[in-house]
């Protein structure tokens, strides 16, 4: 072979390569797969932050000058507390831990997390005691109306004073404990986004696996199991007080009470029924792509926003449906000089026994 030909079928083989090239790389599909695309951390519009941000201001100035009140109102009483009164007594405390935490959200919704890890840690733990406890203390309340109404007889033979009090230790003991998750709370910027949260942050290898135990003690003993407890305790209490002449009407406390969990009930439903949704995306039970799971972000957004908007809720409550808590209330003003000293009549004076409904509700 010449080298005139030579450099030619060199040079003709040269151009076929890179031609086949070319053709390899550029009209080859490459189709992504969505299952395994990083989802974009969700992002809200700057007047959606603001109003967020001052709804959290303002449940926070209603939650803590309310339930300050309500510890006043109920710690001042002179003679000893029936258990529901101290369940709710320390219901109002679990509800200010609650209600100290939101400024620092307020904060964080608009210019993320700049309070640093330990107080991630800190402020994290203080809002899951205070979720855990209020959901307990509510339970215990149903329990004892139950015992004190429909078993009114097994009440005399127990020291409901102590034992109410060894409730309110064990309930906060339980809350501490569930609460210690929080730990693994930290600050950090997830990709895509350009501001530090606080966020739950799992090792690689386990974070599933914690994120599944997390949950299900959380669907579990914050919701499912004492719900499963209230629902039927308040279903015989009130039959039985509707079978008795004038009972419901007599069992002002129930009202109340009643009351209180049914809003409990309603602002936190939904936050719960959006955490399984996402608990079950985040196991795999249900599959997902990216708009569904930003979809189920801003809807845990909006929902836990519901839910902490109860912290303010129930001294709302007690102060337009609770009439003793009202007379109570008139009373300690009157006496601080808030307002004018007034005849007190006989029937505002009297009262139920404190064995069968609430001394202070």
């Known amino acids: 072979m010449t080298d005139s030909n030579s450099s030619s079928f060199f040079l003709d083989f040269n151009m076929f390569y890179e031609e086949l090239n070319f053709s390899s790389y550029n009209n ?21 932050m603001v109003a967020v941000s001052t709804f959290y201001a303002i449940v926070f100035l209603l939650a803590i000058p309310g339930n300050l009140v309500v510890g ?13 009164d101290l369940y709710l007594l320390h219901l109002a405390v679990a509800d200010l831990l609650l209600a100290v935490t939101l400024p620092f959200s307020a904060v964080s ?22 979720f855990y406890s209020s959901i307990l203390f ?17 009440v005399r033979k127990t020291n409901r004073q102590l034992l109410s009090w060894g409730v309110c230790a064990l309930v906060w003991s339980v809350g501490i404990l569930l609460s210690l ?11 895509h986004s350009n501001l530090t949260v ?25 919701f499912v199991i004492p719900l499963a407890i209230m629902l039927p305790c308040y279903g015989v209490t009130i039959k039985r007080l509707l079978l008795i002449r004038g009972g419901f009407q007599r069992q002002r406390a129930m009202r109340v009470i009643v009351v209180v969990v049914v809003v409990f009930l309603l602002c936190w439903t939904p936050y719960h029924i959006t955490l399984m949704t996402d608990s079950f995306f985040r196991t795999k ?3 997902y792509r990216c708009p569904a799971r930003m979809a189920v972000d801003k809807a845990l957004f909006v929902t836990q926003a519901l839910g902490l908007l109860h912290s303010c809720v129930n001294p709302i ?19 601080v000089g808030f307002i004018e000293r007034a005849s007190v009549t006989r029937s505002s004076r009297s009262s139920m026994s404190s064995e069968i409904t609430s001394a202070i509700m």
């Open 28 to 48: 080859c599909e490459y189709e992504v797969n969505p299952d395994t695309q990083a989802c974009d951390f969700l992002s809200l519009p700057g007047a959606a």
């Open 138 to 154: 509510l339970t215990c309340i149903s329990m004892d109306r139950y015992i004190v109404i429909v078993r009114a007889m097994d």
């Open 317 to 335: 409550l007690y102060a337009f449906v609770g009439e003793k808590f009202r007379r109570r209330l008139l009373q300690i003003m009157r006496k």
């Open 109 to 130: 919704v608009s210019w993320g997390w700049v309070f640093g890890d330990a107080m991630c840690k800190i402020l994290t733990i203080l809002q899951e005691l205070s």
């Open 198 to 222: 606080c966020s739950e942050l799992y090792s690689t290898n386990t974070a599933d696996e914690w994120r599944l135990a997390t949950r299900i003690l959380r669907h579990g003993l914050g």
């Open 181 to 191: 998750p929080g730990l693994y709370y930290s600050a950090f910027i997830p990709l």
């Open 285 to 287: 039970v249900i599959p």
């Open 72 to 84: 006043l109102v109920i710690g001042l009483t002179k003679h000893s507390l029936p258990p529901s």
